[in-house]
């Protein structure tokens, strides 16, 4: 895969250290930016806060030609006093960089604007978000695509599945785990992407000439969150799944097959399990396993 010089704003999150650690080896065509350099980091690092310092990511983003924006507060950082509204921040910040330097910008987005509706989801459906994750990036999408026009920034949002081992579900495993079993017998269903999967999407997606102004990133097909848990030998205990349970959720992967043959490649739980098992000391940096 041949990288143009690409910028990765929040590259000490979860899918940043995914990303370092399957992309090492690009040398300076990827820049890193962080609030901090994590210790033993490798490859080539900005080190500021886009938030505080637009001058710093308009330096950062010269002479790049990608800014793939990993930057945002999830669920987990909203609960410990984290705003989702951070999420617009961060992609306008992306943006003006974008202005500034010429290059084209990918958001992450989140399978989560969907919300609860039937059948599979393409990137043409009106957006429907039911949480205030979803809603924030709903917001973000819509932002980000207003203020690209005004710019002239050529803007992808990347609207990315569960991603197995940084999911609420394998990630989020503790001893006594409780997972919602429908009214019709079994566990709710979600487009995922394995860890090496996810990154050789997003390097494809990076790579590509042209892109789409949307693009939804995920394995083809759905996986039962039971099935997944299983493929780990994680222990379980069912409970019942409450009304505003989302049983399903499966994206169209169509436009990424054009793009990458992760597109194309049914979701296989064991192989997603065995990936995330490979590559757990480079997610561990700085946390614990249960």
Not at 77 to 83: I, K, L, M, S
Not at 136 to 157: F, Y
Request: aromatic share 6%; with cysteine.
């Amino acid at each position: 895969m041949s990288f143009p010089a690409l910028l990765v704003l929040g590259a000490t999150g979860r899918i940043g250290r995914v990303l370092r650690h399957c992309w090492a080896g690009q040398g300076d065509k990827v820049l890193w930016q962080g609030r901090y350099r994590p210790s033993g980091a490798g490859g080539h690092w900005a080190v500021y806060d886009p938030l505080r310092d637009m001058a710093a990511g308009e330096q950062a983003a010269r002479g790049r030609l990608v800014i793939l924006c990993l930057a945002g507060v999830t669920h987990v950082q909203a609960a410990r006093g984290g705003d989702f509204e951070d999420n617009l921040r961060l992609a306008e910040a992306a943006l003006r960089a974008g202005a500034a330097s010429g290059a084209r910008v990918l958001l992450a987005s989140s399978a989560a604007v969907y919300g609860n509706r039937p059948g599979l989801l393409g990137e043409d459906l009106p957006l429907a978000p039911v949480n205030a994750y979803g809603r924030a990036k709903a917001r973000m999408e819509a932002r980000g695509a207003a203020l690209a026009a005004d710019l002239g920034v050529p803007l992808t949002s990347l609207r990315i599945g569960n991603i197995a081992g940084l999911d609420s579900i394998l990630g989020g495993w503790r001893t006594g785990f409780e997972l919602d079993v429908l009214p019709g017998g079994g566990t709710p269903h979600r487009s995922y992407i394995g860890l090496s999967d996810l990154a050789a999407a997003l390097a494809a997606v990076v790579a590509a000439p042209e892109l789409p102004a949307v693009l939804n990133i995920a394995s083809p097909g759905t996986v039962a969150m039971g099935d997944l848990l299983d493929a780990a030998g994680f222990d379980w205990h069912p409970r019942p799944a409450p009304a505003d349970v989302i049983a399903r959720v499966e994206l169209d992967t169509t436009r990424l097959a054009a793009l990458s043959p992760v597109g194309a490649a049914p979701a296989d739980p064991a192989g997603m399990v065995a990936d995330w098992q490979r590559m757990w000391p480079c997610l561990a940096e700085g946390q614990e396993r249960s």
